[in-house]
Structures are given as C-alpha cells and as structure tokens.
Nanobody, 115 residues
Framework: QVQFVESGGGLVQPGGSLRLSCAASGSFSSISAMGWYRQAPRKERELVALIGSDGSTAHADSVKGRFTISRGNAQNTVFLQMNSLKPEDTAVYLC?????????WGQGTQVTVSS
C-alpha cells in the first residue's frame, strides 16, 4: 500500500509558476514509476509527466518545454515544476505511482491559472 502527501497547488496568474511536490509513504519499494495526471472539469484524465525508476522521464506534448518532472534525493519524492502556466492548465493534479502492476493515486491538488 502506498500513500501520498501532495502539496504546491494554488492560484496563479497566466505566465506564472508553481512547483508541485509528492511524497510517497508506506510500502514504496518496487515502485517502477511515479508521476502526475490532471483532471479538468468535463475533460478526461490526462497524463502530464512521469519518471521511471531509472530516472527516465516523459512529458505530455501540451506541457513540453514548460513543465519538468524530477525526483528528490529520496526515491519516494517527485516534483513537478510548472512554468509559463496557461488557463488551460487549470485542473486537479493527481500524483500516482505504479507498484508491481498496480496504480496508486493521491487525492490531488488544485491548480488554478487565472487573472
């Protein structure tokens, strides 16, 4: 079982930046990947970025060049640096982890981009 502590969401103006953090606890051994999805009202859940246990990363086309996923010194912590935010980035951002083929989800943190 994996639990998460997510932080860093909030209200920001277009063009601004936020940094999301996600710390996994519990049985986080054998986690093969961690990352972030986002869920906007009336839209499907979208993969934003992921980082593998080997450090390899992938980002959605919609955020490439603006968002960067990274891992902390502790293998159970990931960050999402979000720059040049746009109103269409407004969503609940959910941290997730894959462990032995099972996906665990955080409760999410709200990101609102508005002037």
């Amino acid at each position: 079982q994996v639990q998460f502590v997510e932080s860093g969401g909030g209200l920001v103006q277009p063009g601004g930046s936020l940094r999301l953090s996600c710390a996994a606890s519990g049985s986080f051994s054998s986690i093969s990947a961690m990352g972030w999805y986002r869920q906007a009202p009336r839209k499907e859940r979208e993969l934003v970025a992921l980082i593998g246990s080997d450090g390899s990363t992938a980002h959605a086309d919609s955020v490439k060049g603006r968002f960067t996923i990274s891992r902390g010194n502790a293998q159970n912590t990931v960050f999402l640096q979000m720059n040049s935010l746009k109103p269409e980035d407004t969503a609940v951002y959910l941290c997730y982890a894959v462990q032995i083929g099972k996906v665990y989800w955080g409760q999410g943190t709200q990101v609102t981009v508005s002037s």
